[in-house]
């Protein structure tokens, strides 16, 4: 990735994972610090998703669980 977009992507990147609530694991997290300690400081604006809740049957059917 070249030097110019970089910090732009690691920022939508990060934003990306907020909004959505997504975890970032180890080897993740210290590549995004070492791509992102090239980059300047700034402030991001991130909308979280709304969660929204499990579908719901219509009155009168069963769903099955999956048997184990």
Avoid: F
Avoid at 16 to 23: A, E, F, G, N, T
Avoid at 43 to 64: D, E, F, M, S, Y
């Amino acid at each position: 990735m070249s030097p110019k977009n970089r910090c732009a992507y690691i920022g939508q990147w990060v934003a990306v994972k907020i909004r959505w609530d997504l975890r970032v694991d180890s080897t993740e997290k210290a590549a995004l610090v070492r791509y992102a300690d090239s980059c300047p400081n700034v402030t991001l604006t991130v909308t979280r998703a709304q969660k929204k809740h499990p579908p719901r049957a219509p009155p009168g059917l069963a769903i099955a669980k999956p048997r184990q």
